[in-house]
């Protein structure tokens, strides 16, 4: 439901930037459905309302509509409220997730058997509604409807606006009414419709109403049912009928409210007469039609909040105010027949035509609102019929069963169902799923890295000008190093135009602006509106330019050239759209020219390939070669407008990415050694309070430096920025990384996180990852924290294959002076630069207990020549003294079991744990007496362990023991 006296509208949505984008498609239309019979009409129930009739029904309609209702129970309104909510979020700009509320809606009108479709609109973002149809049995070409809007809203959209009153309790309503409703025959078509961009000021609803008007379609009443889930104790026992801008409006409140009365034992709920609203779907159906919104008599406190969760909401006031909107349709369009449907299978698992394991269970829910007759009830597999386990479920059963026996790899399993529903209707349905027993084989390769994906910024280096073709915005720059000077084409925006200017400069930071150098096309020309995203090479003694070129309607990939860069002529169009947009190009020659571009498809965008031989005709590998990662990734939403160089053996990419979670863009860095199969490796550029979105980048490696050009929003103006790296930055981020698994039927792999290894076993986080990377971003270097993973392979089956290594990170603050340190990681003796990495170490000691008297102390000052040193590796079983600066020791490796020999007296050793443990657990059968442990405050640094004192991963310390022995650790 929107705000009161609000349309809803994002004003700024986002940027030009991001609605220059997505201007870039038109507006689909889909013809309404209209249904027909051959049955004349009778008199009405209520004088005033409806206008026409319905003929005298040849059943007992009110107890057939009873036994309707008695069918929307509390448990069957909470399972489809639960499975929206579950969702995270339907926010309509949150494409994805919104897209995929959609289609679970639209399985749920198809599974029952009605005439289904997507209806598309426009709004920022392709949006769709749902429309289900149950064609009436009459000549009458009345139309009834029953709506609800699915989208969601928040203070968090992207993240998490779960929606279960605003707009779960309504949608919960229409998907009830399509399941009991599409049983029974009626004299009226009724239509089941859950809308999309209702958030955003009705969008869903105003496109559906505008065609249905314009179509003349006889909608004689509409039910739309919007938030009526809150009834805090103690309850309402009404609920309102907020009204259209149509006098008959009223009299359809009325009228449902005479429903309601008559099914009063069941219902309980009286319906109040609301005054005239325009805040939600029922409002653009007026005038023509009435419509009516049923809405909670007690506002929520929880609305258009993360606070909005289905534990919060009146299950029987919900069930009692579908109960209203079911009996006021089934009322209006005339029951015309008792129950004519057999049972619907529902959920079937192995799903029909996939795998299953060999010792998979195979389940069903059958509902049927007249229920299911449980005595003729057959589960056959492969024509043996068998015993299921039988529980209850909303409208039905759940069968489940397991086979004693495994079944063989290979083999096809059919399962059929007979069964009738209490009034003989008979299913009959089989479906069909192939066993693979084989578990996938393992990935190799299971490591862990300190690598630096982030970028130095530098600051902005190009602003807007106080007049001109750019004094709005600067984007889409594009720097080459030719002739001794760094040359950039960008795009500039007047606030009509994006035009495509020059600059120049010497170091790359400092530029002088040219001006203009490729204007608009002339009318009707493909880039008559809008040149943007230049992307230039010099080559065979020309420049030469791919631009994107917008016509008002779809953006193009177009092609210019020029014999100094400044005078350009254009050639026309070289990458035409097809079934997606196409712009934002970035071209780069190594044997042919290779061009990565962005396309949207009208969901999401991703990164396109195509290639050339002599960059016109272009031959497009349709597949996105990058596309968004998956949830909770900084790249989960958009994968656009990427920067490739080709350094050496593999090819770099920089390319903007937005996440669900905030809306912002950022660049993101990927490589690849074809360019076509990408590793993502983590985020680039990370916007921060001064430029809340970065995008648009252009990489050049010089000289061993990566120089980034890309753009910022700043003051409310996109103006271009200047990043870099040297390759002596800190390691900042840990990267995962393994080799793929030769099972050709891989699904994928899942990554187990957690702060210790005993915790990968219990509720840990779970990532799902299709390739053979992840980047977690600024876990590395700086970062205290310990982080330990677990690689699974999940086959197409469900099987799932554990890599026997864990990998991991200790992370460990260091305050300036001595500090005590170790690693269980380090495998074999390891360089001491190796091992101590993460700090700026000045000196470190090692005491040896078998060197000869007055040798035990071996060091190493890095200020000394090397000669004079004797310490120079460290391994899994030696603490260490280092004297640093405030800094967080950090040391990764493999998860291994670890032997430590002890001496008699006092020993300076590694806590080969990965867990903490006290003294006497950890040191358990050990024949000591005394351990000393870090503390930066005792006078030494030193201080005595007591029994149940904590020993921690990553720390050294001093252990005296009475005797000779083995301190062997087994990791879980």
Not at 68 to 87: A, F, S
Not at 765 to 791: P, W
Not at 825 to 839: I, Y
Not at 922 to 946: C, E, H, I, M, Q
Request: hydrophobic share 35%.
């Amino acid at each position: 439901m929107v705000n009161d006296g609000s349309s809803g509208h994002k004003t700024a949505a986002l940027s030009v930037l991001l609605v220059m984008i997505f201007l870039a498609s038109s507006l689909s239309q889909i013809p309404m459905i209209v249904g027909a019979g051959n049955d004349g009409p009778d008199a009405p129930i209520i004088a005033e309302f409806p206008a026409d009739s319905n003929p005298t029904p040849a059943i007992d309609q009110t107890s057939q509509i009873e036994s309707i209702l008695n069918n929307v129970t509390e448990d069957l309104m909470h399972e489809y409220i639960q499975e929206l909510q579950d969702y995270g979020t339907r926010y309509s700009y949150a494409v994805e997730k919104n897209y995929k509320a959609s289609e679970y809606i639209y399985n749920s009108f198809k599974a029952n058997g009605l005439t289904t479709f997507y209806d598309y609109f426009i709004y920022i973002r392709d949006m769709r509604n749902v429309v289900a149809e149950l064609p009436g049995k009459t000549a009458s070409d009345e139309i009834f409807i029953i709506c609800a809007h699915y989208d969601s809203i928040s203070n968090t959209p992207y993240a998490f606006a779960p929606g279960a009153d605003d707009n779960g309790s309504g949608v919960a309503a229409v998907l009830a009414a399509a399941e009991l409703l599409s049983d029974y025959e009626f004299n009226h078509t009724i239509r089941f419709i859950a809308f999309s961009g209702e958030e955003q000021g009705l969008k869903g609803s105003a496109h559906y109403a505008s065609n249905v008007k314009s179509m003349g379609d006889n909608i004689s009443a509409v039910i739309n049912l919007d938030m009526f889930g809150h009834n805090p104790d103690p309850g309402s026992t009404t609920i309102r009928a907020n009204l259209n801008s149509n006098v008959n409006s009223e009299d359809l409140a009325d009228y449902t409210n005479s429903i309601a009365q008559k099914y009063t034992s069941i219902v309980q709920l009286d319906v109040t007469t609301g005054s005239q609203s325009s805040n939600s779907d029922h409002h653009f159906f007026g005038p023509e039609y009435p419509a009516i919104h049923i809405f909670e008599d007690q506002f929520s406190p929880y609305y258009h909040k993360t606070t909005d969760t289905i534990d919060k909401l009146n299950m029987t006031y919900i069930a009692n105010g579908t109960q209203i909107a079911i009996a006021t349709i089934a009322e209006l369009a005339g029951l015309n027949s008792t129950d004519l449907a057999p049972p619907v299978p529902h959920d079937m698992f192995p799903v029909p035509g996939t795998y299953g394991r060999e010792n998979t269970t195979i389940s069903v829910v059958l509902k049927d609102p007249s229920g299911i007759d449980l005595a003729n009830l057959k589960m056959l597999v492969n024509g043996s019929e068998i015993s299921p386990s039988i529980s209850p479920a909303p409208l039905g059963f759940n069968l489940s069963y397991t086979t004693p026996v495994d079944f063989i790899d290979g083999d096809i399993i059919t399962i059929r169902i007979i069964a009738n529903d209490t009034l003989g209707n008979m299913l009959d349905y089989n479906w069909t799923f192939i066993i693979d027993a084989i578990y996938p084989s393992l990935p190799s390769d299971f490591n862990i890295e300190l690598v630096r994906t982030e970028m130095v910024k530098q600051g902005l280096v190009l602003d807007i000008s106080p007049s001109g073709y750019d004094d709005a915005h600067v984007i889409a720059p594009i720097v080459i190093f030719h002739d001794n000077e760094y040359k950039m084409w960008y795009s500039g925006y007047d606030g009509s135009n994006y035009r495509i200017l020059y600059a120049n400069s010497t170091d790359g930071i400092n530029w002088i602006k040219y001006g203009l150098v490729l204007s608009l096309g002339t009318s009707g020309e493909a880039d008559d509106s809008h040149i943007a995203y230049p992307a230039v090479l010099f080559g065979d003694g020309e420049y030469k330019m791919w631009y994107s070129g917008y016509d008002g309607s779809n953006w193009r990939i177009m092609y210019a050239n020029s014999s100094d860069g400044l005078t350009w002529s254009k050639q026309g169009i070289v990458l035409d759209i097809d079934d997606m947009r196409a712009y934002g190009a970035c071209v780069i020659k190594e044997g042919e020219y290779k061009m990565w571009y962005s396309s949207n498809d009208g969901i999401t965008t991703s990164i396109i390939y195509a290639n050339s031989t002599d960059g016109m005709i272009w031959t497009k590998l349709k597949t996105p070669v990058l596309t968004h990662s998956y949830e909770g990734d900084h790249d989960d939403f958009d994968s656009t407008l990427p920067s490739v160089i080709f350094d050496g053996g593999e090819y770099r990419m920089w390319y903007s990415s937005c996440a669900y979670g905030d809306q912002y863009y950022r660049i993101m860095y990927a490589n690849s050694t074809d360019g076509i199969s990408w590793n993502r490796l983590g985020m680039a550029v990370n916007t921060d309070g001064t430029a809340y979105h970065v995008t648009q980048p252009s990489a050049m490696m010089k000289d061993g430096e990566i120089k980034l050009w890309y753009v910022g929003m700043s003051a409310g103006a996109w103006r271009i920025f200047y990043a870099n790296q040297t390759g002596l930055e800190a390691k900042t981020d840990l990267l995962i990384s393994w080799t793929d698994s030769s099972s050709p039927d891989v699904e994928y792999y899942e990554l187990v996180r957690a702060s210790t290894p005993a915790g990968l076993y219990g509720a840990p986080r779970h990532q799902r990852i299709n390739g053979t990377t992840l980047v977690e971003y600024r876990l590395g270097d700086g970062n205290s924290s310990n982080y330990y993973y677990m690689l699974r392979v999940i086959d197409r089956a469900g099987h799932v294959s554990q890599h026997p290594l864990v990998i991991g990170k200790i992370g460990m603050d260091t305050p300036t002076g001595w500090n005590l340190v170790s690693s269980p990681f380090l495998e074999g003796e390891t360089p001491l630069d190796t091992a101590l990495s993460s700090l700026s170490w000045q000196a470190a000691f090692f005491y040896d207990p078998t060197a000869e008297a007055d040798h035990h102390w071996r060091s190493n000052f890095s200020s000394r020549p090397a000669q004079f040193n004797n310490l120079d590796s460290m391994n899994s079983t030696m603490a260490m003294w280092v004297s640093t600066p405030e800094d967080v020791f950090v040391t990764i490796g493999e998860v291994q079991n670890i032997t430590i020999q002890l001496y008699s007296g006092w020993n300076f050793v590694s806590y080969p744990y990965h867990e903490e443990k006290q003294v006497q657990d950890a040191l358990f059968g050990l024949p000591y007496n005394k351990v000393d442990g870090f503390d930066d405050a005792a006078p030494y640094r030193l201080t005595s362990l007591a029994a149940t004192d904590i020993m921690k991963p990553g720390f050294g310390y001093w252990i005296y023991c009475t005797s000779v022995a083995e301190w062997h650790v087994e990791q879980p």
